[in-house]
């Protein structure tokens, strides 16, 4: 019976270990890429969207509708009076966090400073559920709860898998199929060729 046991264990071991060795570096950070893109990437720019100005230059004038979204509880004690909220560092905050929902998820889709990118998803994600929860006061049900064993709350359900989803590439960065694997052989082949 030990003999069998043992068979069982080596091949489990070595089918896992090729999986393993056939898969490093290339495919969760391309699958979490994916992943992200496909569920997340239409969202934000959605959402982003709705947070620029009027005209070709709007993107550097915030509507009055990003302010309301970014800074809920300032806009309600200005009367949702923009014109009442100073630039520095209200404003601001307001303009980076409609760039951020641009720039981030394309950067992260095409793999492109995808750790950092990610990183900085994940800052964006905790911020917004912090506005939602303390800003917009969303509803105990829509928070949910972890271990709860209803997996449809938007905040604590949804928000961990799209955090889990960007600490992949986090931590493994974008993978073979990325512009950082491209640009950095390129730049390591120059550097070969200069010295």
């Known amino acids: 019976m030990s003999g069998l046991i043992g068979f069982l264990m080596r091949l489990y071991g070595g089918f896992f270990g090729a999986l393993e060795r056939l898969t490093n570096g290339w495919l969760l950070g391309l699958a979490a890429r994916f992943v992200f893109a496909s569920v997340l990437l239409v969202y934000f720019i959605n959402s982003g969207l709705t947070k620029i100005g009027n005209g ?3 993107f550097l004038s915030p509507s009055d509708g990003a302010y309301a979204q970014i ?3 300032l806009m309600e004690k200005v009367s949702y009076d ?3 909220i100073p630039f520095f560092p209200y404003g601001l905050i307001v303009l980076l966090g409609t760039w951020a929902e641009f720039i981030l998820p394309v950067l992260i889709t095409v793999g492109l400073f995808t750790r950092a990118a ?4 994940i ?3 905790v911020v ?5 929860i303390t800003g917009l ?3 105990a049900d829509t928070i949910g709860a972890l271990f709860d064993g209803n997996p449809s709350s938007l905040i604590s359900d949804q928000r961990l898998m799209w955090v889990f989803v960007l600490l992949v590439p ?3 960065g974008g993978g073979y199929l990325s512009l950082d694997t491209l640009l950095g052989s390129y730049y390591r082949k120059r550097e070969r060729y200069y010295y």
Request: charged fraction near 5%; glycine fraction near 12%; charge should be neutral.
């Open 118 to 121: 990610s990183l900085g998803m």
């Open 56 to 58: 070709p230059l709007g």
């Open 123 to 125: 800052i964006f994600v």
């Open 137 to 139: 006061h969303v509803g």
């Open 170 to 172: 986090v931590l493994k």
């Open 71 to 73: 800074l809920p509880t």
């Open 128 to 132: 917004m559920t912090y506005v939602d």
């Open 82 to 84: 923009t014109s009442q």
